[in-house]
């Protein structure tokens, strides 16, 4: 499935891989499946009821 998250600039992105946290400014894909799509602001609140920040933990998106 896909990941969401959000950056240090509050940049939302959907993710085809979990991503990590590097450092105090990034997430990191998995380099071998390293695709992910900025998304307008508050379309992760739409996808999961919740705001997310830099703070938070990447959501998977899990199909109904």
Same mark, same amino acid.
């Given at each position: 499935?896909?990941?969401? $998250? @959000?950056?240090? %600039?509050? !940049?939302? &992105? @959907? $993710?085809?891989? /979990?991503? #990590? &946290?590097? =450092?105090? &400014?990034?997430?990191?894909?998995?380099?071998? $499946? %390293?695709?992910? @799509?900025?998304?307008? /602001?508050? #379309?992760?609140? /739409? *996808?999961? =009821? &919740? +705001? *997310?920040?830099?703070?938070?933990?990447? @959501? !998977? *998106? /899990? +199909? +109904?």
């Amino acid at each position: 499935m896909a990941w969401v $998250c @959000v950056g240090f %600039n509050g !940049e939302e &992105r @959907v $993710c085809q891989s /979990k991503p #990590t &946290r590097y =450092g105090d &400014r990034y997430w990191m894909m998995n380099p071998i $499946c %390293n695709d992910s @799509v900025s998304l307008p /602001k508050g #379309t992760i609140k /739409k *996808l999961i =009821g &919740r +705001e *997310l920040s830099w703070s938070d933990e990447p @959501v !998977e *998106l /899990k +199909e +109904e």
